[in-house]
């Protein structure tokens, strides 16, 4: 059974940082594009930041551009999302995903298997 599992959410004041972590399990994890999407309260999910199966190409919102970066380690089954700067405007909940063979990154069709979800909240 395919999970994806989020962590490292949290409160945290704006301009501090936070990490999540997303562990896969039950998938070839290595052999996959994974993103990042975040749902605020009251929008649509958004695309924040994808990275390739390798690791090679990453992929970012403007919105998040110099102050998130992503990364995967594919030894253990888990991919990151530093996050830097963080502003209220970055309040959401979190989620992870691994990506289809095919299909474009910032999508969210894109994706085939999804995390649980994880609370950042930024107070000002």
């Known amino acids: 059974q395919v999970q994806l599992v989020e962590s490292g959410g949290g409160l945290v004041q704006a301009g501090g940082s936070l990490r999540l972590s997303c562990a896969a399990s039950?998938?070839?994890?290595?052999?996959?594009?994974m993103g990042w999407f975040r749902q605020a309260p009251g929008k649509e999910r958004e695309f924040v930041a994808a990275?390739?199966?390798?690791?090679?190409?990453?992929y970012y919102a403007d919105s998040v551009k110099g102050r998130f970066t992503i990364s995967r380690d594919n030894a253990k089954n888990t991919m990151y999302l530093q996050m830097n700067s963080l502003q209220p405007e970055d309040t959401a909940v979190y989620y992870c995903?691994?990506?289809?063979?095919?299909?474009?990154?910032?999508?969210?069709?894109?994706?085939?298997?999804w995390g649980q979800g994880n609370q950042v909240t930024v107070s000002s």
């Open positions: 995903a691994s990506k289809r063979v095919s299909g474009d990154y910032e999508t969210e069709t894109s994706y085939r298997i």
């Open positions: 039950g998938r070839t994890f290595q052999n996959y594009g």
């Open positions: 990275i390739s199966w390798t690791g090679g190409s990453t």
